[in-house]
DNA sequence: ACCCCGTATGATTGCGCAAACATCACGATC
DNA sequence: GATCGTGATGTTTGCGCAATCATACGGGGT
């Protein structure tokens, strides 16, 4: 910088309010300035902004996985949204999901490099409660609501989203719907589990036995094998926690020769890229991942304006995607 | 630190010894001072610290998107290996993929924040140069090995993928292999198409004309109507650059009643989780993205500590996955 | 002609930390 | 017993920038 002041021939305070892009310097002066900048290569160092004025000009991103598409759709949501508004995002990624770990990454984070801080908390902790400095503006998504009551939360419509599926299929002439579920540890698996269940109570339809799998095609694979070879009268429709896992299972029922959807109606959960070319073309509940970055960008922004004021989770809607591999009930 | 310091009866250098684990302090005096840390809740500030050190313990990662598949799985190795060693990771998308962009988005997180550059390039850029500063280590990875000639490159080995997937299929007895490129912008794809072509040529098959998509399954889709709807003779075997292409285009061949594998043998590239789980079962070619971003990783921190010496460009090796899509030559 | 105020610019200071050097005590060595 | 080396600690300084205050100039109002 003080080259650039140097050769430019002002003081290097008029350098930083042009590099800063303030209005009260003269247009001669910046223009002089700013080919002094490029002769010089000058390049602003961000440590020593940050040192000066408290802001980092960054959003940390704690997340425990990034390769599974959900997380990875949120994860680019919540870039885009931030470099839109002038944030870059510092990713940390949490091997094993414990509070520990979880409170380890964020003061890692915290007093280090950011202006706020998105949790994308996927995994249920083994703790109730995390870590997080009382001014550090946070936003918690892939959670359960009521796990962190203190501080904003967003997240997809898990409920609205499940009962759609289930009634979409109970009104289809189907008796039931069996489930395959996401992992224990997983939030929005237990939400998704508890809502078929509340659909079902309130068709007053029975609740078969919950098989569990762990969000990939593998585990979908395996339930779809163990529900094939115990046949049963009323099997003959399944949800599944997500798309992968109702890959999984389609594949299995293929194997066994059980037809879709004129044995059993599938529906799955995401509306991944591929949910629409598999065979057959997947019925599922679309995600929002887009609105669930950006909005928790906003909720961020507002606290860094505003502190962290008490505010309402923010539910992401969806919308159940129609295709072939559901059908009217058999018979 | 000052508070720590004055808590513990010592001074701030050695608070500051303490946070960076030197070994020349006494026992006693450390304690004193963690302890005194806690009572403070004192976390070290990022940004003095690297304006002290010159140092700031971040890899900046510059990729066109997060959530396709490949470039998520990557960057999760790299957040994975770089966490390892100490760095942590900020992540830089760029809509467009210009050359003036990602030098932009260089040049802002270079001065910035970072010790290190990832560049995940994907798609060729329209003008052959970057601006990067002489001094940031840099490695770029899934481009032309060519296109920069300058800068260690760090890729899957495109060429062997490809001629084990071709060979595999001439070696069934199939004529010659069709092929669905990706997009005319990624280098990848171009690379994968030559190598395609080369195989033909070694075997002295004929060539057909290529279908290109854009690496979606609904591109794939779309391929596969084009190709069930003229049929050929020759038309028995075909390579799908990426495995979500190659699922899309069975779905066409599904519909149209085109039966894998008898009728046509279809791989694909990839190996996604999902690969493993449609039907039929996808043969593929494994990458393994895992090694790139530790490769990666390991080629920033050695110029970090040896400089930006020429370095030889680092293939990470593949392996063909073999699985029902593909069979014989019918007849 | 005077003052006042707004605009453009410069000078000083401190953000929080670690590098570099200085100091001190103590034990080993000849 | 003088010299030296080693480990533990303190003091000074500067990293690069922006906040703050200080200064200079010029035009409009009275």
Redesign the interface.
Known sequence: MADVAKLAGVSAQTVSRVANGRTNVDHATRDKVLTAMRVV?Y??????R??ATGR?G?FG?ISF???R?GD??T??AI??AS?DAGF??????V?RPTAGRVSAAI???????VDGLVIIQAEILDAPSLVI?PDLPVVITDTYPSTHPDYPIVDTDQEGGVRRAVDHLLAMGHRTVWHVAGPATSSAAHERTSAWQAALHRAGAPVPAVRRGDW???S??QAGMVLASEPREDLTAVFCAND?MA??L??AF?ERGIRIPEDVSVVGFDDI??A????P?LTTVRQR?DIIGSLCVQTLLEQIDRGRESQPMRVVPVELVVRDSSGPAPR
């Open positions: 290569g390049q602003p160092n961000g440590a020593a940050a040192l980092f960054a991103v996985s990034v390769s598409i990875a759709r994860i680019e870039a885009t470099r870059s995002i510092n990713l940390m990624t091997e003061a890692n984070l915290a007093g280090q490099n400095g990939s095609a593998a979908g694979y992968q890959i999984g389609m594949r293929h890229d591929e629409e070319y598999v065979w073309p991942f």
